[in-house]
């Protein structure tokens, strides 16, 4: 079996898998008071293709117990996510970790980093994640609010603005999509 193949079609392993996922992550930047979100993304990979078991986000604040966000596949071995973290103050430093485990009997487990947690602060700003609404954003001609899925996908979530979602944009076009007005009076930098 199969009729007409070779004669040795078929090959297997035995043996158990100690190889941890493969986590491939930009770490997050300071993040603006006024987002709605913090969006996570990480590129995961394992040894076997037997498939990822877990993907989170481990967070915590201050002394606050932590807290975890699951990352859904994204397709191409990419997880995104994004969770809020209610009441943020100017300043206030946030950590995390991502934590994969695989489809082993025995999972194995990575994060990254490896030690330690990223961290981040929060600072003035101006942030939109556009999940629930525009952001407050203007605009005219060819630029849409909405989910261009399924030819294209958002960075987290699943809205966007962008020029014509269902489609490509016409040649010579000029458009304007506008933010503001923004208070800058008290930015130093």
């Given at each position: ?31 603006p008071?006024?987002a ?9 990979t394992?040894?076997?293709n ?76 101006f ?63």
């Amino acid at each position: 079996f199969p009729p007409g193949g070779s004669q040795n079609p078929f090959h297997f392993r035995i043996g158990i898998d100690t190889t941890p996922p493969h986590i491939d992550h930009e770490p997050l930047r300071d993040q603006p008071l006024d987002a709605a979100r913090m969006a996570f993304m990480a590129q995961v990979t394992d040894n076997l293709n037997k498939g990822i078991d877990s993907v989170r986000v481990i967070h915590a604040r201050g002394n606050d117990p932590e807290g975890s966000t699951t990352l859904l596949a994204a397709g191409n071995d990419i997880y995104k996510g994004s969770t809020s973290f209610p009441g943020l103050q100017l300043g206030e430093g946030l950590r995390y970790r991502i934590q994969v485990a695989d489809s082993a009997i025995v999972p194995n487990v990575a994060t990254s980093p490896d030690t330690g947690w990223n961290v981040f602060q929060v600072v003035r700003g101006f942030g939109r994640d556009f999940e629930d609404n525009d952001g407050g954003l203007s605009a005219d001609d060819l630029w849409e609010w909405g989910s261009p899925e399924p030819l294209l996908h958002a960075f987290s979530g699943v809205n966007v603005w962008g020029t014509n979602l269902s489609g490509v944009y016409p040649e010579d076009a000029v458009a304007s999509l506008m933010v503001g007005p923004v208070d800058l009076s008290n930015f130093t930098t």
